[in-house]
């Protein structure tokens, strides 16, 4: 069974330029994540989705960043304008739904903005 | 205070020793309580998930939840320069957030 697919795995991008990154959790997963990894930090909530709806965007800095989940499968994290602030690792992960079920991650992408 | 606070390290070992990664909390909501090993430019991959109060062994792993305390370990035996990668630990409560610490950087020398 395939995990949970992020593309790009990197993206290199001038400051004041928009980067959107996409996943694909794993068949069958209703509540999907997204977080932001620093250097040397624990990954950070940004935005937690149960099927298409957003639950929890407390953590999303809605001047710039969106997500979207059509149909409750695939997502995308877009960035619209990039900053030097927002360089980063970002993961999206996936779990059934059901409260006790650990979430599994993707590989992440890691963005440098310039 | 951080909701989970976690030794960023970086800890040394040498190869064979019994490693013990801790983790503090403040929310006693949390229920469910889990490790991550993240190996560099790598995402995190689930080692132990627990819920509640108490032990659980996988191997040469360990994991210890003491809720009085808000506190939970990871214990690793005998180990592994594979073992040398960054540990996270991560909790939720029943609102099904998850929230991490900052991770434990951990160096096997052979």
């Known amino acids: 069974e395939a995990g949970v697919v992020q593309s790009p795995r990197y993206k290199i991008i001038e400051k004041k330029q928009p980067v959107a990154f996409w996943c694909n959790p794993i068949?069958?997963?209703?509540?999907l994540y997204w977080y932001r990894q620093n250097l040397g930090q624990g990954p950070e909530l940004l935005i937690r989705?149960?099927?298409?709806?957003?639950?929890?965007d407390s953590q999303l800095p809605k001047d710039r960043f969106s997500a979207e989940r059509l149909k409750g499968v695939d997502s995308t994290l877009k960035i619209q304008p990039a900053e030097l602030g927002d360089s980063a690792v970002y993961l999206c992960?996936?779990?059934?739904?059901?409260?006790?079920?650990?979430?599994?991650f993707g590989q992440g992408t890691r963005l440098t903005v310039v | 205070q951080k909701e989970v606070e976690q030794d960023p390290g970086p800890l040394s070992v040498p190869e064979g020793a019994i490693v013990s990664l801790n983790c503090t909390y403040s929310?006693?909501?949390?229920?469910?309580f889990m490790w991550y090993r993240q190996y560099s430019r790598k995402g995190p991959e689930l080692l132990m998930y627990?819920?509640?109060?108490g032990n659980k062994e996988d191997g040469r792993f360990t994991a210890q939840v003491d809720k009085s305390s808000k506190y939970i370990s990871l214990f690793i035996r005998d180990s592994q320069p594979s073992d040398s990668a960054t540990y996270l630990c991560?909790?939720?409560?029943?609102?099904?957030?998850?929230?991490f610490g900052k991770g434990t950087r951990l160096h096997i020398l052979p």
């Open positions: 992960a996936s779990t059934p739904g059901t409260l006790n079920t650990e979430a599994f």
């Open positions: 068949s069958g997963h209703n509540t």
């Open positions: 989705y149960e099927n298409e709806e957003a639950v929890d």
């Open positions: 929310n006693s909501a949390f229920q469910y």
């Open positions: 627990t819920y509640s109060s």
């Open positions: 991560a909790m939720k409560g029943r609102d099904d957030k998850i929230i």
